[in-house]
């Protein structure tokens, strides 16, 4: 047995990382083992936000990394790796935020929505949220049914949005609606006559998350709500490529946190003859599958940093790591969870808590069927979903 290989890490890949990048994973790391690791299991037990943890999650001056002009993704996917060591629905504050709107704003908003948002998006004083699927339109966002008008002063929005993350608290959601007939994106504040902000309760999953559904009533937005840059349906997938990657990094924290700490107990359990469970062939075969599972994970990760950096990336490519780790990352956390016995069901082991959570990471952002079929048209050339 090597003394130098992390259980969780057997190719080494965070021995290449440049001080910078293991700065910001180790930075995050020691926030999520202070501050989110000690709380969140009651949170979900009360199915309750963390909202203290916003100022804290401010001051590690992540989402700024976004706003460079090239950005370092790599290091930005480790931070989303640290985080979802502590919960799937932390990582997702910043892939909305961060990913879905911060990501907007600077690509294809105009200067003044630039200036009046950026920076208190990406320092977490105002939160976002993203308003896109419909109840009848999720995996199909082209059919949506949600309306703008032009009139005298800017235009009038009508509709009805669904699960969107931050949304019961967000200051500001960038909502699309169709504008004679094309897909177009509005900066809607949330305070506005006929918004209406309302939780989904009653989660099994992401229950430490401010889950909204939203009704938008006649809303009057004035002409400089529109993002000029976003006028199609791609715009909206490009912000969405974007959080996409960061869930491909994101569940690699979680799988590893169930992977570490199932490993921890399975040393200490002693059973059957005096020795440890971690002793026993069937369990030590597993673990090698999990070992196995999550560097693929991790070097899918990596390279698809490499290749974002470079902006060399394709849909496909995240929609691939998309896919792969989500579906990843719940088979870990569920045999994690049947390695613990009965304590896995706890919520102070955590590993429930993640593979739950993981259920919603595996739907949203795009199902694993709709990657599929994205992974699909890419190898065949051929569109199987219009
Ligand atoms: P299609 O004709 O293929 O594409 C329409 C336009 O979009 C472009 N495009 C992309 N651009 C960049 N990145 C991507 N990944 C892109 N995918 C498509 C495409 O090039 C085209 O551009 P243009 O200029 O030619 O018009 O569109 P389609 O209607 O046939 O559907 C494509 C499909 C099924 C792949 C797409 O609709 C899809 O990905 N569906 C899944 C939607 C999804 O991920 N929904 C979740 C949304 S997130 C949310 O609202 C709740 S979770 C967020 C939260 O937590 O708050």
């Not at 009848?136 to 309306?147: A, D, V």
């Not at 719940?330 to 390695?339: D, G, S």
Request: charged residues 25%.
């Amino acid at each position: 047995m090597s003394d130098t290989l992390q259980p969780t890490d057997l190719y080494q890949l965070d021995a290449g990382l440049t001080d910078a990048r293991r700065d910001i994973a180790a930075r995050t790391r020691t926030f999520v083992d202070a501050e989110v690791l000690p709380c969140i299991a009651d949170y979900h037990d009360r199915e309750e936000v963390p909202r203290h943890l916003l100022s804290g999650l401010a001051r590690l001056d992540l989402l700024p990394m976004l706003l460079d002009d090239k950005p370092d993704y790599i290091a930005y996917g480790l931070a989303m790796r640290e985080l979802e060591r502590g919960s799937s629905t932390l990582r997702s504050v910043f892939s909305v935020q961060g990913g879905l709107v911060l990501h907007a704003i600077k690509n294809f908003g105009s200067d003044a929505q630039r200036a009046r948002w950026l920076q208190p998006l990406a320092n977490l004083e105002s939160l976002a949220c993203f308003a896109l699927t419909e109840p009848l339109f999720g995996s199909n966002p082209s059919g949506m049914e949600t309306r703008a008008e032009k009139t005298a002063r800017g235009y009038r929005i009508n509709g009805h949005k669904r699960w969107a993350t931050n949304g019961t608290a967000a200051e500001v959601a960038l909502v699309w609606a169709k504008l004679d007939g094309r897909i177009c994106g509005f900066l809607v504040e949330t305070n506005l006559p006929g918004m209406d902000m309302r939780p989904i309760k009653g989660k099994i999953s992401f229950r430490t998350s401010e889950t909204a559904e939203l009704v938008l009533n006649n809303v009057e937005v004035p002409e400089s709500a529109l993002l000029p840059g976003a006028r199609s349906l791609g715009a909206a997938m490009a912000c969405l490529n974007q959080a996409r990657y960061s869930i491909a990094w994101g569940t690699i924290g979680a799988a590893q946190a169930c992977l570490e700490e199932t490993i921890a107990y399975l040393k200490q359990r002693i059973q059957f003859d005096e020795k440890p469970l971690a002793s026993h062939q069937l369990i030590q075969h597993k673990l090698a599958w999990m070992a196995a599972d999550l560097t693929a994970m991790q070097l899918m990760a990596m390279r698809l940093g490499e290749l974002k950096c470079a902006g060399r990336e394709v849909p496909a490519q995240v929609s691939l790591a998309k896919m792969y780790n989500s579906r990843k990352a719940i088979e870990i956390a569920r045999t994690c969870r049947e390695l613990l016995g009965a304590h896995g069901i706890l919520t102070d082991n955590h590993v429930m808590r993640r593979m739950v959570d993981l259920e919603t990471v595996i739907t949203y952002e795009g199902t694993e069927h709709i990657h599929a079929l994205i992974v699909g048209s890419e190898l065949t050339g051929i569109k199987a979903f219009s």
